[in-house]
């Protein structure tokens, strides 16, 4: 008598394994790290910070990551997604809530943005990304920023 294998099923199993969403955020801080390369270089550069901020965000939804930033230094942070369709906000926020005054462009598309500002005091901060709702299906993303 043979042996009997049971049928597999029909639908694949959706949710990605630990290792497989590890990998697919490493992919996208190395997109971000592509866009920055252009800075990181030259008599002005910044130095990348090994710290980074990645996750998943839904289209219309946003993400506060918290910072601590020194006056004197100049910031620049990338926020990176895989889809080229998506449209994406980076601002800063002080302890108070203000929005801060920064420049913010678009890489090669509109999937990466670069933000570049100096604070006037030293103190915490908040980096908040978000998705316009340009697309219908959430985002895995990552943040980097680098000092000067």
Same mark, same amino acid.
């Given at each position: 008598?043979?042996?009997?294998?049971?049928?597999?099923?029909?639908?694949?199993?959706?949710?990605?394994?630990?290792?497989?969403?590890?990998?697919?955020?490493?992919?996208?801080?190395?997109?971000?790290?592509?866009?920055?390369?252009?800075?990181?270089?030259?008599?002005?550069?910044?130095?990348? /910070? &090994?710290?980074?901020?990645?996750?998943? #965000?839904?289209?219309?939804?946003?993400? *506060?990551? $918290?910072?601590? +930033?020194?006056?004197?230094?100049?910031?620049?942070?990338?926020?990176?997604?895989?889809? /080229? &369709?998506?449209?994406?906000?980076?601002? #800063?926020?002080?302890?108070?809530?203000? *929005?801060? $005054?920064?420049? +913010?462009?678009?890489?090669?598309?509109?999937?990466?943005?670069?933000?570049?500002?100096?604070?006037?005091?030293?103190?915490?901060?908040?980096?908040?990304?978000?998705?316009?709702?340009?697309?219908?299906?959430?985002?895995?993303?990552?943040?980097?920023?680098?000092?000067?």
């Amino acid at each position: 008598m043979g042996s009997v294998l049971p049928a597999q099923d029909k639908e694949p199993f959706s949710e990605p394994s630990a290792v497989e969403a590890f990998n697919s955020l490493n992919d996208i801080k190395v997109m971000a790290q592509e866009a920055a390369l252009p800075l990181l270089g030259g008599d002005e550069k910044f130095v990348l /910070r &090994q710290s980074w901020w990645g996750g998943s #965000i839904d289209p219309g939804k946003a993400k *506060l990551h $918290p910072v601590q +930033l020194f006056k004197r230094n100049s910031y620049c942070f990338w926020f990176a997604v895989p889809d /080229r &369709q998506a449209e994406l906000n980076l601002n #800063i926020y002080n302890s108070d809530g203000q *929005l801060v $005054p920064t420049r +913010l462009s678009e890489i090669g598309g509109s999937n990466i943005v670069t933000l570049t500002m100096s604070p006037h005091l030293t103190g915490m901060f908040f980096v908040r990304v978000s998705l316009k709702t340009s697309i219908d299906v959430p985002q895995d993303y990552a943040v980097i920023y680098a000092f000067r």
